[in-house]
């Protein structure tokens, strides 16, 4: 099946840095999304996300599909962006999402 | 909208036994899903169903069921509870759009612990 994997698996940041967050897909897929799991366990969408660059306040995203991969930025950062920060694609069969294992962030103070 | 709706929110099962973890949605959603998250990990898809009468297997569907009557409805079934059964399960939904599906709303999900 198709291997989603993401770097770094953690991440400390001071409060303000920037940081990039990367997502690997091994095989086609027909859309990705990112997400935001933070410390209470909720699942929030972040960007929907099949090709090209969005942005979303601070937050932007880009996906290159051709080439198999995509970015998340966060500029600034600030103690509420912490927590763990998930891709998922979508396989080209469509409606099955297929999660990669997230990058947990933690920012400082 | 209240969106996706899981009850319960917490469960102790004992070895063996069964129950159902409900999930309701009232998006109109014609895609429902389940996954599981066991601590420090990512989201396994269990099941989904892309409309009422229709559902299929995921990534680890061993020890569940699922069935879709309604397009509002997606209950998952355990039959016989194993202590490897117990993780955080998380119900979702997203409608279809032409090429794309829309993007993927969570509900809160349920902790579940088998002992």
């Known amino acids: 099946g198709i291997q989603v994997e993401q770097s770094p698996p953690d991440l400390i940041l001071q409060e303000g840095a920037n940081s990039t967050l990367r997502c690997n897909f091994s095989?086609?897929?027909?859309?990705l999304q990112w997400f935001h799991q933070n410390p209470w366990g909720q699942l929030i969408n972040l960007f929907y996300?099949?090709?090209g660059t969005k942005q979303n306040g601070r937050l932007s995203a880009t996906t290159v599909a051709t080439e198999r991969y995509s970015l998340l930025y966060i500029s600034s950062s600030q103690t509420t962006d912490s927590g763990v920060y998930f891709c998922?694609?979508?396989?080209?069969?469509?409606?099955?999402?297929?999660f990669g294992q997230g990058t947990e962030l933690s920012v400082k103070p | 909208n209240a969106g996706v709706t899981q009850t319960p929110k917490f469960r102790i099962l004992k070895i063996g036994q069964s129950m159902t973890l409900q999930c309701t949605q009232d998006m109109n959603h014609n895609y429902m899903y389940w996954y599981r998250q066991d601590p420090g990990m990512g989201l396994k898809l269990i099941y989904y169903s892309v409309g009422a009468g229709i559902t299929d297997k995921g990534e680890v569907p061993n020890g569940y069921n699922v069935s879709r009557s309604t397009t509002e409805d997606f209950p998952l079934r355990l039959e016989l509870a194993a202590p490897s059964q117990t993780s955080v399960y998380f119900c979702?939904?997203?409608?279809?759009?032409?090429?794309?599906?829309?993007?993927?709303?969570f509900g809160n999900g349920t902790r579940l612990t088998v002992t």
């Open positions: 979702a939904s997203s409608s279809f759009q032409g090429i794309y599906n829309s993007p993927l709303h």
């Open positions: 998922a694609v979508e396989l080209n069969q469509g409606g099955k999402l297929i």
């Open positions: 996300i099949p090709s």
């Open positions: 095989d086609s897929v027909n859309n």
